[in-house]
Each structure stands twice: as C-alpha cells, then as structure tokens.
Nanobody, 125 residues
Framework: QVQLVDSGGGLVQPGDSLRLSCAASGPTDRMYAMAWFRQAPGKEREWVAAIAWGADRTAFADNVEGRFTFSRDRLKNTVYLQMNSLKPEDTAVYYC??????????????????WGQGTQVTVSS
C-alpha cells in the first residue's frame, strides 16, 4: 500500500499563503490520483482538490478555485498544494490521500485507500 506523509501546515493571517506537501512512498506506480481533503471542527471531511498522478489533470473545489494550485516533484514523489489568499474558513486539518483504483479526480473520500496523518492549517488574525 502507498504510504503518505503530509506536512506544511501552520498558523497564518488572512490573506497569507501556505504550501502543503504530500510525499508518497511504496508502490507509487499504482497510483492514479492524489487528493487533498480537509476537516474543520464539527464538520464533515471535505474534498479540496485532486491531481492525476501520471498526467497534468487537476480539479479544485469551487471554494478554493483560483486560490489553490498544484505543483510536483516527480523525482521525490511529492505533490505540493500552494494555498494563497487564505481565509478563516480555510481553517481545518488537511489530509492528502492516494487513489490506486480510479482515475482522477474523485471527490469521494471512500475511493481513496491511503491517507496522510493530517496537518493543521489555522487562518486567524
């Protein structure tokens, strides 16, 4: 099974930026996609964005479209989520997830088999 390590969260002010990282190891050649989900206190886990592992296809939730972007380092099997113009409502624990069964870009958490441990993002003045 693919193993994921996510990192890069922190405490920032509204309007600031953060870059989250998700490093994959193990049988990464079996991956079709990687996604980010987030969960705020008292709320359900929410799909944020996804990127095809072997292609350039990406997808973003409406509430982050235009503010969040992807980049990647293929040699390090690492995907980065650049988050700009952060808002207080972006506050949540962010999780990366890997999909080895379905093509990009599912919004359903139960279609992802591997998960990172989560990284806290807090946007507050």
């Amino acid at each position: 099974q693919v193993q994921l390590v996510d990192s890069g969260g922190g405490l920032v002010q509204p309007g600031d930026s953060l870059r989250l990282s998700c490093a994959a190891s193990g049988p990464t050649d079996r991956m079709y996609a990687m996604a980010w989900f987030r969960q705020a206190p008292g709320k359900e886990r929410e799909w944020v964005a996804a990127i095809a592992w072997g292609a350039d296809r990406t997808a973003f939730a409406d509430n982050v479209e235009g503010r969040f972007t992807f980049s990647r380092d293929r040699l390090k099997n690492t995907v980065y989520l650049q988050m700009n113009s952060l808002k207080p409502e972006d506050t949540a624990v962010y999780y990366c997830a890997a999909d080895t069964r379905y093509a990009c870009c599912s919004i359903h958490a139960d279609e992802y088999e591997s998960w990172g441990q989560g990284t806290q993002v807090t946007v507050s003045s």
